[in-house]
């Protein structure tokens, strides 16, 4: 297995390319299901997670052609083409490890009426249920057993636009909600709609393939059916949590960092809290410049759904605060085991304490570099954040969390001038 080894202490400094989403990445794959005509996506991350996604459906029957194979170039472009869909019963040993394949059932439910999925099952953040996507596809008149681990969803005369109101916001099952709606027969309302901007990506993807959707973006999208989609090219929009990690870095060890493409309309929430912390951000021709010179001050963070602080930033955010010069508390609501870093940070030095969904996080003025285990993918980066602040040397063990969600991390960081590299570990 391999491991990252950092030797921390070195202010980054240099421009540092931001990829494609990831998030956005995994819907817009699926989302080829959806017509028989090439779908081309440009910018797409190379991660352990899109390459898992690239099987899952070329098992389903479509065909994947990848451009842009040099290694030295980040992100690529892939075309997949759905012509005929030859299976609808997804594989169960890659949904099982990838929790977002569970997106392949409105694609699948809206093109060919029925869809068999395993459940994904929970991961290390939480039990993370699919209910809301099943009851999603219900209100568009599928029919849905949950027997042996399967979801069997059938809807044999094709799927009748309805009214979709969900309980709380989710992400997946707005996205499963929305290509199953595009070739739904009649007009669907989604309610209480997630906002997020992987979500804008995935409608205006949608739209280029002739969807007809309004009102993406915010917490009613409208959606009238189509008889058919056809091919599109798009490009996938930049990691809005990528760039809020490699910026959590760049503060942490007072560096001066640009983010090339990175988009700072999507960022708001995370951006306010790291000015909050001291951090320097300027909108620049290419991305976004960040830096700090005065130390991190504490700031209080919440997470919420878009567009409030997100999830995927609670874990970066809390290693850069354990060098902040004061308290800070961290409250998170979306995943009821979100904490698995507070462990590894705390053998780094940091001084954190968790009473149920709140971390207060007491400022300590040094970490020191240990073995730590990375238990997730933001886990693992915040370990990656704390390790290049470190005294010493750092080890980052299960780096396969990592590659899931960072193009080329270490060679992104080497890049800005981090002491970083992969090696074989234990
Ligand atoms: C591939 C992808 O885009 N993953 C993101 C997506 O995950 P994902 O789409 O799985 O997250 P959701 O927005 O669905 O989850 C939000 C909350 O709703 C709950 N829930 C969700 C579905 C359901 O049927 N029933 C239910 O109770 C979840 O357990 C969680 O507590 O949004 C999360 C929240 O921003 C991010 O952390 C993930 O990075
Ligand atoms: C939780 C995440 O991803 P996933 O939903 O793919 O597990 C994440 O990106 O932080």
Known sequence: ????????????????????????????????????????????????????????????????????????????????????VTSTTAAADIVRKMRASILVLGPLLGRCGEAKVPLPGGCEIGARPVDLHLKAMEALGAEIEVSAGYVHARAPKGLQGGRIDFPIVSVGATENALMAAVLANGDTEIVNAAREPEIVDLAQCLIGMGAKIEGHGTGTIRVRGVPRLHGDTYRVMSDRIEAGSYACAAAITGGDVELIGADARDFEAVAE???????????????????????????????????????????????????????????????????????????????????????????????????????????????????????????????????RGYE????KLSAVGADIQRASGD
């Open 1 to 84: 297995m391999e491991k990252i080894v950092i030797r921390g202490g070195t202010p980054l400094k240099g421009k540092l390319q931001i990829s494609g989403a990831k998030n956005a990445a995994l819907t817009l794959i699926p989302a080829a299901l959806l017509t028989e005509e090439p779908l081309t996506l440009r910018n797409l991350p190379r991660l352990a997670d899109v390459d898992m996604f690239g099987h899952l459906v070329n098992q389903l029957g479509t065909s994947t052609e990848i451009e842009g194979k040099r290694p030295e170039v980040f992100g690529r472009v892939m075309t997949l083409k759905a012509g005929r």
């Open 273 to 403: 809290k790291l000015e909050a912390a001291g951090v320097s951000l300027e909108q620049t021709d290419e991305g976004l410049r960040v830096r700090c010179t005065g130390g991190i001050r504490p700031v209080n963070i919440t997470t919420h759904p878009y567009p409030d602080f997100p999830t995927d930033m609670q874990a970066q955010m809390m290693a850069m605060l354990s060098l902040a010069s004061g308290v800070s508390v961290l409250t998170e609501t979306i995943f009821e085991n979100r904490y698995m870093h507070v462990g590894e940070l705390e053998r780094m030095g940091a001084d954190i304490q968790v009473s149920g969904r709140t971390a207060t996080v007491r400022g300590v003025k040094r970490l020191k570099g240990a073995a730590v285990m990375a238990t997730d993918l933001r886990a693992s980066m915040s370990l990656i954040i704390a390790g290049l602040a470190a005294e010493g040397t750092t080890e980052v063990l299960r780096v396969h969390h990592l590659d």
């Open 408 to 411: 080329r991390l270490e060679e």
